[in-house]
C-alpha cells in the first residue's frame, strides 16, 4: 500500500489549525503550533492560497479559511442536517433562558432561519422558519460574518439608530466575536429587541451555522445593555453540543 503524502498531511493541519482558531493566524503562529519551518509553512499557505482555500489580510498579513473551502463545508452539510441535529439542543435552551430561540445559516448574503423554537410564554408569537435576516444588523449574522471570507456587503441597510452600518465599526465588532466565540445586537434590528448567539461547527472546525436566543431588552440585559452572564453561557453549551454531534473536535 502507498504511503501517505507529507504535504497534503500538513495542509490539512494548517486547514484544522486555521478553523479551530479564534479567527486570523500568522505566519510564525502556525509554524510554531505545528511545529514546522516557516519556509514551508510559507509555502503550503501560498498554495493554499492560489486554490481558494485560504486568504490573506492584505493589511496584517495573517490568514484566514478562504471562500472556497467554506463553499465547500456549507454545502457538504445539508440544511435539514443542520437543523435535525439541532433541534434536540433547541428546546432545552429555550426552556433554560426563557426565550426565543433561531437556528439558521447563510443563504445568498442573508441569514437563513432553519429552525425557531417559540419563547415559552403565552405572548403572541409569528414562526420564522424559512424568514431571511440581515448578516450585519442580527446576532445570528454577526457570528456566520464574522466566519465568512470576504466580509460584509459595502452597502448595509439601516434598520433603527444602533444598526452598524460603518465598515470600520462593524469589523471591530465581528473582531470581537472571533475573540469571544460569541456575538450580541442590542437594538440593531427591531428596537426593544436584543439577541445572543454562537457558532455551531461541522467537521473539521468550520463553521456552519448559528444558534441564538432573542427577546425583549430588559430580559436578555442587565442595566448597561450588556447580556447577562448565564444567558450567554446557555447558547455557548448548545453551540458546543450541537457541534460535537456534527462531527466538530473543539
Request: a neutral charge; aromatic letters at 6%; glycine letters at 12%.
Amino acid at each position: 500500500m502507498p504511503g501517505t503524502v507529507q504535504a497534503i498531511e500538513r495542509a490539512a493541519a494548517i486547514l484544522r489549525t486555521l478553523a479551530g482558531g479564534p479567527g486570523r493566524l500568522g505566519l510564525s503562529e502556525i509554524a510554531r503550533t505545528l511545529d514546522l519551518a516557516k519556509g514551508t509553512t510559507h509555502g503550503i499557505l501560498r498554495t493554499l492560497q492560489l486554490v481558494g482555500f485560504v486568504e490573506q489580510d492584505r493589511v496584517s498579513g495573517q490568514y484566514q479559511l478562504g471562500g472556497a473551502l467554506l463553499h465547500l463545508g456549507t454545502s457538504f452539510l445539508d440544511i435539514n442536517e443542520l437543523r435535525s441535529r439541532s433541534i434536540n439542543w433547541a428546546d432545552p435552551l429555550a426552556a433554560r433562558s426563557g426565550q426565543a430561540v433561531r437556528i439558521g445559516t447563510v443563504l445568498e448574503g442573508q441569514v437563513l432561519v432553519v429552525h425557531h423554537v417559540f419563547r415559552p410564554d403565552d405572548t403572541f408569537q409569528t414562526l420564522d422558519v424559512g424568514a431571511l435576516l440581515p448578516l450585519h444588523a442580527t446576532a445570528l449574522g454577526k457570528v456566520l460574518l464574522a466566519y465568512r471570507a470576504g466580509g460584509p456587503a459595502a452597502d448595509l441597510e439601516t434598520f433603527t439608530r444602533r444598526t452598524l452600518t460603518d465598515p470600520r465599526t462593524l469589523a471591530v465588532a465581528l473582531e470581537g466575536v472571533r475573540e469571544s466565540g460569541w456575538a450580541f445586537e442590542v437594538d440593531e434590528f427591531l428596537i426593544g429587541q436584543a439577541a445572543v448567539a454562537a457558532p455551531i461547527r461541522g467537521y473539521g472546525g468550520l463553521v456552519v451555522g448559528a444558534i441564538g436566543i432573542s427577546g425583549p431588552v430588559e430580559r436578555l440585559c442587565d442595566s448597561h445593555y450588556r447580556p447577562l452572564p448565564k444567558l450567554v453561557a446557555y447558547v455557548r453549551d448548545a453551540a458546543r453540543a450541537i457541534s460535537r454531534d456534527l462531527g466538530a473536535t473543539r
